[in-house]
Nanobody, 115 residues
Framework: QVQLVESGGGLVQPGGSLRLSCAASGILFSRYYMGWYRQAPGKERELVAGITSTGGSTNYADSVKGRFTISRDNAENTVYLQMNSLKPEDTAVYYC????????WGQGTQVTVSS
């Protein structure tokens, strides 16, 4: 059974930081392209950041470049999203995804940026 379990969300003030984690099980993690997506109320889900199976290449949405960093630990089957200089517009449910031949999703973790 494939599971992607996100953690690390919460309430943070503007300018603050959070680190999201996504622990994967039931897949050969090192083969999967991993991504972080987010969905704000009334908006479509959007790709925030992605990382290739080896971690050798990453990509980011323009809105988060220079503030967010995606990384992975293939020994721990975990992908991370370090989020710095958070803004209110970063408020959303953040989802982890794993893609190889099939696309899997986590259940999401809420991130709220508010004073």
């Amino acid at each position: 059974q494939v599971q992607l379990v996100e953690s690390g969300g919460g309430l943070v003030q503007p300018g603050g930081s959070l680190r999201l984690s996504c622990a994967a099980s039931g897949i050969l993690f090192s083969r999967y392209y991993m991504g972080w997506y987010r969905q704000a109320p009334g908006k479509e889900r959007e790709l925030v950041a992605g990382i290739t199976s080896t971690g050798g290449s990453t990509n980011y949405a323009d809105s988060v470049k220079g503030r967010f960093t995606i990384s992975r630990d293939n020994a721990e089957n975990t992908v991370y999203l370090q989020m710095n200089s958070l803004k209110p517009e970063d408020t959303a449910v953040y989802y982890c995804s794993a893609r190889f031949l099939t696309l899997y999703w986590g259940q999401g973790t809420q991130v709220t940026v508010s004073s």
